[in-house]
Each structure stands twice: as C-alpha cells, then as structure tokens.
C-alpha cells in the first residue's frame, strides 16, 4: 500500500509518499480502507519533534480517520468487513495517512451518513476537544455566557455550534475572514480581534472563558479577569499556564484531548441529525501531504483539511 511517513523528526521534507508492507490487524483490531484522514496541527508538531508523544521511527502520521472496515482481528465483535467507520486514533502508533490502517475495535464508531465519508476524517478530534473542554471541564449549562477565543480555527466552529446548542449566549473572536462563519455556528456576538481589543468589547462577565488560541501569558492573565466571581478559565494551549484566581473562586483547567468513543457517537448522530455541520475546508491527495505539511508550518493551512488517498 501507499503511506507517507519519516525516519526522523525534522522539516517538511522528511516526509516520503512510499510503498509500505499492508498492516494486520491483531486480536481487538480492525484494518480500515481509509476514506480521509485529517491534518492536525499535532501532525507536524510530531514529525518536527515538538510534541513529547513517544513514537516510532519510521512513523505514520494521522489520528483521525473515516474510511471502510476491511479486514477484522481477532475477538472483535460489533464490527464486520464493509461497515463505514470514523475514529480517533491512537496518537504514537502508525496513523490513517496511508491506504489502509490498523486501529483498535474500541476507538471506532458508525460514519456519520448525511455527509461524505471523507469529510468524517474532519470531525473526531476536533469535536472531541470542543467537547470535552465545554462540557467536562468547563460544566457548561444553558443560560450561561461563554467567551470563545480564537473561535475561527477547526475546534472553534466545533465550540461555538455546541455551546449554541447547549442554550449558552455565545461571544465568539474571529478574523474578517471567518467571521461569517462563525456567526453561522451560532454565536450571539462576533468580536474582530484584529480590529477590536478583547477586553474593550467584553465589558460584562462571562461564566466560561474557552481559549484555543495563541496567547501570552499576561494577555491570558488580563483575559480571566472577565471571567464572574466562581467560573471557569479552560484552554487547549498548554504552553501557556491557565489563569485561575482562587480568591474570586475562577478555576483553571488545561484540556489534553482523550479519546471517548461514546462522545463521538452523540457528535455523529447530531451530524446526521443535522444539529452538527463538518466544515471542511479543502481535500487534497496523500502523495501531497509533505506538501500541506510545509504549508501549514509557513501558516498558511487555514480550515480543516482532509488528506484523501489514491482511489479512495
């Protein structure tokens, strides 16, 4: 089969589209055809050996992944050769940018219907984040006010639907260029914080401020401060410390993405429900991922991608 890995860390260019010995799967695992496999900021944060998840040499990059169940190990039940599937995978072991992996039973679940197979690849860890900061870590309830920063990027469009859904008043950052997206998703109030200071437009607090953009740590601390007596700072930045406040009773909680196969299942079934939209900015071909690699490390990848392999 076609896979793209690399041999060591490093720049874009150790990335090598190759011929590479089909996977079995073993006892509890399933092989999938792969539909889509989405590009995630981690995946080049991994192949330049930024991130400190213990990999393989040679590794292939990927964890999200949709595509068609072909081929069952041992002891698995609940799945079967042709079923269409989406999951979050594993992050140290070989991933979907290739034209088959392997992946645990437990990780996957039934493809989302109502959109193409591909497209699915762009919804388990993207959605999963937006989720599990919301709802696990920030407790979110209807009636509340929630500040999402940096609202623009894949997690974001993903936060700002949830949230609106959940009955949550929405303030939302984001450029001219996503902007209209995200009123889309859902957000009562759309800050330019490339024409607007945060903290002139916020001038009433909120119960959940979501960070999921670059901040410094005194632009964070500043930010929190918008935050009501009791709420809570959640981010998906871990580089820069997570405010908190204990005097005002404002806790801080730093979100590392986990899978959960049940979680996935209700972001599925509010997709095919049409509760849930998967934006999905572009497609490009596998033999191009080394290529969509050294786009995003110029910061010029906007929207979520999904790599598709030949034939697929």
Known sequence: MKAVRF?????????RHEDVELPVPGAGEVRVRVAGSAYNPADGGMRGGFLPIPITLPHIPGYDVSGTVDAVGAGVTGLAAGDRVVG??????DGSAAEFVVAPAEAL???PTRI???????????GLTAWQALFEAAGLEAGQRVLVNGAGGPVGGYAVQLAHRAGAHVIATASPRSAEAVRAAGADEVVDHTATSLLDAVT?????????????EEGFAAL???VRDGGVVVSTTPRVATPEDPARGVRAVTVYLHPDADVLRQLVALVD?????????????????PA?????DAGRVHGKVVVVPAGA
């Open 224 to 226: 929190a401060t918008r």
């Open 116 to 126: 193409p197979l591909a497209d699915a690849a762009g919804l388990p860890s993207v």
């Open 292 to 296: 969509l690699h050294a786009e995003a």
């Open 273 to 289: 429900a049409g509760g849930l939209r998967v934006e999905i900015a572009r497609r490009v071909p596998l033999a191009d991922l």
């Open 109 to 111: 679940v039934p493809a």
């Open 88 to 93: 979050f995978l594993p992050m140290a072991a």
């Open 7 to 15: 041999y060591e860390t490093g720049a874009a260019d150790v990335l």
């Open 204 to 216: 009433e607090p909120v119960d959940v401020l979501l960070n999921l953009a670059p901040v410094t």
